[in-house]
């Protein structure tokens, strides 16, 4: 990798807007230099961007698998294969997420995100796991399997905060045991995100109280009062956590744009609510991403079944919908031709907001100098033509 490296005649994507025939000097592997053009140091190896858009590397927080794999499959060969699907997706950090299932099969996930990282976080970063149950309402919990849904217990996921590394953790913060959960992940610096719950309002509000800060995938698998009708007697208690989201400015949340999930009403409504810097773009992804239609098992490969077709994964039923098989750049292009917003807001969303929720926005999120040179070419239609991390291409 040269020690410097120079993008040229791109269009910039900042996290307020665009600079046009752009300069993106990066010098042992940070951010040296992101602005209008100014010719670049003889010395540094040039990449002709020819016009197309020069954007920081996307982050998602909450992706389980794709091409094939889930991180519950915990082998090396299966964590390889994700990180580098995804980094041909423009994903250039990720939240490893789990599923609900055996005790022991979730701590070996993490076990192989610790010996990826130790291994050098070859395909992207992996930014601490999103332990995304078990402790979920079971009649929100989807396509989670249901025979492993259950309440917290401080021995069990005292075990997984050992284990580490932990981002995130999705829960449902009206279960028996849940407040000693939340002060122990805030206490360690992760994130305790409220999801796959029947939580009221006064629930979200005291979770908020205990340290809770997230909301898992707006929308899906959580209650909310915006369907009621008048039914004669007012119950100030029948809001749940969509109006937390909106109306509680300590609540940042995630939105799955695959237009699945999703109609674009419901995408736009949750932008002029809440905002760009405090909504996420996610992935949700699982191993059927990049996979022709099928069945594929979602979580452990005994996992729920997954029937995808035409580009949408439903259990078996046919009723739920069972995660996602878009990939980042995807969901940015459906969220911004949805919604109608510039490249710059949908990117930044996927990028600068996600890193603002994890904290580490002081080093990810945006081509600012100073920071890691992870970024991507981007053409009009979101297709990728390069990524790279911290100055080196991804192959």
Same mark, same amino acid.
Request: hydrophobic letters at 40%.
């Given at each position: 990798?040269?020690?410097?490296?120079?993008?040229? $005649?791109?269009?910039?994507?900042? %996290?307020?807007?665009?600079?046009?025939?752009?300069?993106?000097?990066?010098?042992a592997?940070?951010?040296?230099?992101?602005?209008?053009?100014?010719?670049?140091?003889a010395?540094? =190896?040039?990449?002709?961007?020819?016009?197309?858009?020069? =954007?920081?590397?996307?982050? %998602?927080?909450?992706? $389980?698998?794709?091409?094939? *794999?889930?991180? /519950?499959d915990?082998?090396?060969e299966d964590?390889?294969?994700?990180?580098a699907?995804?980094?041909?997706?423009?994903?250039?950090?990720?939240?490893?997420?789990?599923?609900?299932?055996?005790?022991?099969?979730?701590?070996?996930?993490?076990?192989?995100?610790?010996?990826?990282?130790?291994?050098?976080?070859?395909?992207?970063?992996?930014?601490?796991a999103?332990?995304?149950?078990p402790?979920?309402?079971?009649?929100?919990?989807?396509?989670?399997?249901?025979?492993?849904?259950?309440?917290?217990?401080?021995a069990?996921?005292?075990?997984?905060?050992?284990?580490g590394?932990?981002?995130t953790?999705?829960?449902?913060?009206?279960?028996?045991?849940?407040?000693?959960?939340?002060?122990?992940?805030r206490?360690?610096?992760?994130?305790?995100?409220?999801?796959?719950?029947?939580?009221?309002?006064?629930?979200?509000?005291?979770?908020? %109280?205990?340290?809770? =800060?997230?909301?898992?995938?707006?929308?899906?698998? /959580?209650?909310?009062?915006?369907?009621?009708?008048w039914?004669?007697?007012?119950?100030?208690?029948?809001?749940?956590?969509?109006?937390?989201v909106?109306?509680?400015?300590?609540?940042?949340?995630?939105?799955?744009t %695959?237009?699945?999930?999703? *109609?674009k009403?419901?995408?736009?409504l949750?932008?002029?609510?809440?905002?760009?810097?405090?909504? =996420?773009i996610?992935?949700?992804?699982?191993?059927?991403?990049?996979?022709?239609?099928?069945?594929?098992?979602f979580?452990?490969?005994?996992?729920?079944?997954?029937?995808v077709?035409?580009?949408?994964?439903?259990?078996?039923?046919?009723?739920?919908?069972?995660?996602?098989?878009?990939? /980042?750049?995807? /969901?940015?292009?459906?969220?911004?031709?949805?919604?109608?917003v510039?490249?710059?807001?949908?990117?930044?969303?996927a990028?600068?907001?996600?890193a603002?929720i994890?904290?580490v926005?002081?080093?990810?999120g945006?081509?600012?100098?100073?920071?890691?040179?992870?970024?991507i070419?981007?053409?009009?239609?979101?297709?990728?033509?390069?990524?790279?991390?911290?100055?080196?291409?991804?192959?």
């Amino acid at each position: 990798m040269p020690e410097r490296l120079a993008f040229t $005649h791109g269009t910039l994507l900042t %996290d307020a807007g665009e600079v046009r025939d752009a300069l993106v000097l990066v010098e042992a592997g940070h951010i040296a230099y992101a602005g209008p053009w100014t010719a670049p140091p003889a010395d540094a =190896a040039v990449i002709d961007a020819a016009g197309r858009y020069v =954007a920081p590397g996307l982050i %998602d927080i909450h992706i $389980h698998g794709g091409d094939g *794999s889930d991180f /519950m499959d915990a082998t090396p060969e299966d964590v390889d294969r994700i990180f580098a699907y995804h980094a041909r997706h423009g994903v250039t950090a990720l939240c490893p997420t789990t599923a609900t299932g055996p005790h022991a099969e979730i701590l070996a996930c993490l076990d192989s995100i610790n010996a990826y990282r130790s291994r050098g976080n070859r395909y992207g970063r992996a930014l601490g796991a999103h332990i995304e149950g078990p402790y979920l309402c079971q009649t929100k919990r989807g396509c989670h399997l249901p025979e492993y849904v259950r309440n917290p217990v401080e021995a069990e996921w005292s075990e997984l905060l050992e284990r580490g590394p932990l981002a995130t953790m999705t829960l449902a913060p009206e279960l028996p045991g849940a407040r000693p959960l939340i002060e122990a992940l805030r206490r360690r610096g992760a994130i305790p995100s409220i999801g796959h719950s029947e939580a009221l309002y006064h629930e979200i509000v005291e979770a908020l %109280d205990w340290g809770a =800060a997230h909301a898992t995938h707006l929308y899906c698998a /959580m209650t909310d009062a915006m369907n009621n009708r008048w039914r004669g007697t007012p119950n100030p208690r029948t809001a749940g956590i969509v109006e937390a989201v909106y109306l509680e400015e300590r609540l940042s949340s995630e939105l799955i744009t %695959d237009g699945k999930h999703l *109609s674009k009403e419901m995408m736009i409504l949750a932008l002029r609510n809440k905002g760009y810097d405090k909504l =996420a773009i996610i992935s949700d992804a699982m191993r059927g991403a990049g996979m022709p239609d099928g069945e594929y098992t979602f979580g452990p490969r005994h996992g729920m079944v997954a029937v995808v077709k035409n580009r949408e994964a439903r259990i078996p039923d046919g009723t739920a919908l069972a995660s996602s098989v878009y990939a /980042m750049d995807e /969901m940015v292009r459906v969220f911004r031709d949805a919604t109608g917003v510039p490249l710059w807001q949908a990117v930044r969303m996927a990028s600068l907001t996600p890193a603002e929720i994890l904290g580490v926005d002081d080093q990810l999120g945006s081509l600012r100098p100073g920071k890691a040179a992870d970024l991507i070419l981007l053409d009009e239609a979101c297709q990728v033509h390069g990524t790279w991390m911290a100055g080196r291409r991804i192959d």
